[in-house]
């Protein structure tokens, strides 16, 4: 269950460029984090957020854990934009 406004989420440029990269393909939280100058721990604090948000998936391979774009997730946030465009 979605705990927080899309909106908030996608506030943080580094958030949002973790959607970027997810986008092009599942990664886990170190693939993730090779492109960005903050900490593992902090990528792992900004899905999170993504993840309370509906924004992002995680599916466990073994020891690992793979995110994705949770594309539904969107959907309040396409519902609310088209509304400019109608």
């Known amino acids: 269950?979605?705990?927080?406004?899309?909106?908030?989420?996608?506030a943080d440029p580094n958030r949002r460029h973790l959607l970027?990269?997810?986008r092009r393909a599942p990664k886990t939280v170190n693939e993730l984090?090779?492109?960005?100058p903050i900490s593992r721990?902090?990528?792992s604090q900004h899905l999170k957020t993504l993840?309370?948000?509906n924004l992002v998936s995680v599916t466990?391979?073994?020891?690992?854990?793979?995110?994705?774009?949770?594309?539904r997730g969107?959907?309040?946030l396409n519902l609310w934009l088209d509304?400019?465009?109608?």
């Open 41 to 43: 721990p902090a990528v």
């Open 60 to 71: 466990n391979e073994g020891t690992k854990r793979i995110y994705t774009v949770n594309s």
């Open 74 to 76: 969107f959907d309040k």
């Open 83 to 86: 509304q400019f465009w109608s």
């Open 33 to 36: 984090a090779q492109g960005l």
């Open 1 to 10: 269950m979605s705990t927080m406004d899309p909106f908030a989420a996608i």
């Open 20 to 22: 970027e990269e997810l």
């Open 51 to 53: 993840l309370d948000s």
